[in-house]
């Protein structure tokens, strides 16, 4: 029988932070005045978008209570963002065997990862037929994307225990999402805890992390070092890389919040065929630095928001190691305001942003009066936006749309996006949306030299219109998602090959950078799967990507037209023995496109050319678990399967590894 209580109302206007607090609303119906929804843990993506759990507290009970409905609004960080599909998620894949970042996109339908060694050594990421300049890169909503090169915009200093979800953020207007944007998220494991974790296996590799964080009142500090290293699966490919990294978040009624983050990477790895692959004796280092500094406060129906960062990265290239040939120095600075006011009508934003990209280089710029040591040559440039955004929610519907303008060194560029969505039972949703985006040619792109490359400082703005619709369904232990997308690309930038008999002279033999051609990118993306909190099977998904690309002229290029064709992964995690799991992902690839492999390494008077093959990779993960120790045994490609992401960079095959995790701390 159902008891009933009397209909007494309490209203909570704030979070007391006590382990009591929750017995004082027992019997009684609650209504909470103020919700606060902490931004910088959880991007905002649509107003319909699915919230992932957070897990920056401590579970102190577990009651079994009545279903309370409760909505948040969270402010964006972004300028508009149309839609958003998640990659990973920390919670949902903590016993999946992965490693690194790259290891955790891989399996995602909408990216493509192309590694050019192993465990994360140097790597690209595309999203959904684009190329790796066509994708911004974001640390919890700041923009880190590097102006000199899309190569470095995700040498990011987090590791993997750090991260608690990475989303794609699609259809953001404005200058570098050309694709889409990747958003890389940061919280604490618990609310205490100290964690190690110890890692040795084949090619003398070696991992070690000690992260931790502190929570006390509205404060909250998380931090993490981290040493990764081995001598390389084959010639040139060792490496060594140094991570540092820390977030402090700090909340008032009367201040607001503060988001400051801070991180230091030093990576230096053998790159043996990495930019010319018939030469086996390239080097290179790179040293990144960032940070940033968010605040955000409300003020009744209004809300502020403002955001500094900087990053600082140095490169080094060696056409030999130890005899560098190409020296870089990039800073790229940014800074944003924005205001939210929720009215009858909606909510509407108003908005803009600033960045400043600056390099020094012995290879890229315009040549300096006076070298500035290493440096012969430099180049500045400014970027800002301004936008207003307005959404709309009633019942099962919602809508959102947004226009703005780019201000670049190539003039103004009005931008926009539209979005709708409807939700016709419980579980479900359907959405439609539109958006223009553009990027700019990177510092490489205008400036890049060589003995087999020519620069092009006649180079514009790539400009594309994407529209896409989708479906997802999340009920129970069951979830499923469609979408299909098409995107119109007009200018877009590549290295074109000219042949010997071409008839300008300075490009016969040569790649060139231009920009000659459009693309049509069209794709379809499905995905579903069965999670459960316990039982012998507690997670099985399956996902398959299809990509297909038109470009309007016939021309030889680098990489516009390499590019995922078919993706297929599934991914299952079993439970058995009370302290036992049992994880692997499975992948399917076929890539579209051929590259020239140089049988006789070092020679590049013998070359063939060859289409990428398909390939299967498996990797697996057997852990153990007690108290505050885990041990596991992780395998990678364990079909020893031969392939290559980037054309005839052969990538490892069968590597194990062994680890030991100690948290103390967490529940």
Not at 25 to 51: C, D, E, K
Not at 230 to 244: E, L, M, P
Not at 579 to 608: E, I, K, L, W
């Amino acid at each position: 029988m159902k008891k009933s209580y009397p209909e007494q109302i309490f209203c909570f206007k704030r979070w007391n932070r006590k382990g009591w607090s929750a017995f004082a609303s027992f019997h009684r119906l609650v209504m909470i005045g103020v919700l606060s929804v902490v931004m910088s843990m959880l991007l905002l993506a649509t107003q319909r978008a699915s919230a992932q759990p957070a897990d920056t507290t401590v579970v102190l009970r577990e009651l079994r209570i009545a279903e309370v409905g409760i909505s948040g609004r969270r402010s964006a960080a972004v300028r508009n963002v149309v839609s958003q599909t998640p990659l990973f998620d920390r919670k949902a894949q903590a016993a999946a065997p992965y490693q690194t970042l790259e290891s955790a996109l891989r399996t995602a339908p909408s990216v493509d990862i192309r590694e050019r060694g192993g465990k994360g050594t140097q790597a690209d990421i595309s999203i959904r037929g684009g190329s790796f300049d066509q994708t911004m890169v974001l640390l919890n909503g700041i923009d880190f994307t590097d102006a000199r090169t899309g190569h470095q915009s995700h040498s990011l200093p987090v590791d993997l225990d750090c991260i608690s979800g990475i989303e794609l953020l699609d259809g953001i207007p404005g200058v570098g999402a050309y694709a889409g944007a990747v958003n890389i998220r940061t919280a604490p494991l618990a609310a205490r805890y100290l964690r190690f974790e110890g890692v040795g296996g084949q090619y003398g590799y070696a991992y070690g992390n000690l992260s931790g964080a502190v929570t006390v009142g509205g404060f909250t500090v998380q931090t993490a070092v981290s040493y990764r290293r081995s001598d390389g699966y084959r010639h040139n490919t060792d490496f060594d890389t140094y991570n540092a990294f820390v977030r402090a978040t700090y909340e008032t009624q009367q201040g607001g919040l503060f988001d400051f983050q801070a991180g230091y990477q030093r990576r230096s790895f053998g790159s043996n065929g990495f930019y010319a692959v018939y030469n086996p004796e390239q080097w290179e280092r790179t040293t990144t630095a960032l940070t940033s500094l968010r605040w955000l406060q409300r003020f009744g129906r209004f809300s502020l928001g403002a955001a500094i960062s900087y990053r600082k990265n140095f490169d080094r290239y060696d056409w030999t190691r130890g005899t560098p040939m190409n020296r870089h120095n990039t800073d790229n600075a940014g800074a944003k305001l924005w205001a939210d006011c929720d009215w009858a009508g909606g909510t509407t934003t108003l908005g803009g942003d600033y960045a400043f990209n600056h390099i020094y280089s012995s290879n890229l710029g315009d040549l300096l009066a006076v070298p500035n040591g290493h440096y012969t040559r430099a180049k500045a440039r400014h970027t800002g936006n301004l936008f207003l955004r307005h959404s709309w929610q009633r019942g099962a519907w919602d809508a959102a749309a947004s226009g703005g303008v780019s201000f670049t060194p190539y003039g103004e560029t009005a931008l926009w996006s539209v979005a709708g969505g409807y939700a016709p039972a419980p579980g479900w949703h359907v959405g439609v949306g539109a958006a223009q985006s553009m990027r700019l040619p990177t510092f490489t792109d205008l400036y890049y030299s060589s003995p087999a490359q020519i620069n092009n400082l006649d180079l514009m703005p790539e400009k594309a219109v994407t529209v896409h619709a989708g479906a997802r369904y999340a009920k129970g232990h069951w979830n499923a998602s469609a979408t299909a997308y098409y995107r119109a690309g007009r200018d877009i930038i590549d290295w074109v090959w000219h042949a010997d008999d071409d008839p300008v002279e300075a490009w016969r033999g040569k790649w060139h950078s231009e920009q000659s051609s459009a693309l049509d990118t069209y794709g379809v993306e499905l995905a579903g799967g069965y999670v459960a909190a316990d039982g012998f099977l507690r997670r099985a998904t399956l996902s398959y990507a299809f990509v297909s690309t038109d470009r309007t002229s016939d021309v030889i290029a680098k990489s516009a037209m390499d590019f995922l064709r078919h993706k297929a992964a599934l991914s299952v995690e079993v439970h058995f023995l009370r302290r036992m799991t049992f994880a692997f992902t499975a992948s399917v690839a076929r890539r579209n496109g051929s590259y020239t492999d140089y049988p006789v390494s070092g020679d590049a008077s013998v070359s063939v050319i060859r289409d990428y093959e398909p390939y299967f990779l498996l990797d697996a993960r057997l852990a153990w678990e007690k108290g505050i120790c885990r041990l596991y045994v992780d395998g990678t490609n364990l079909t020893d399967a031969h392939h290559c992401d980037m054309g005839g960079i052969p990538l490892p095959g069968v590597w194990v590894t062994g680890g030991v995790v100690l948290t103390i701390g967490r529940r």
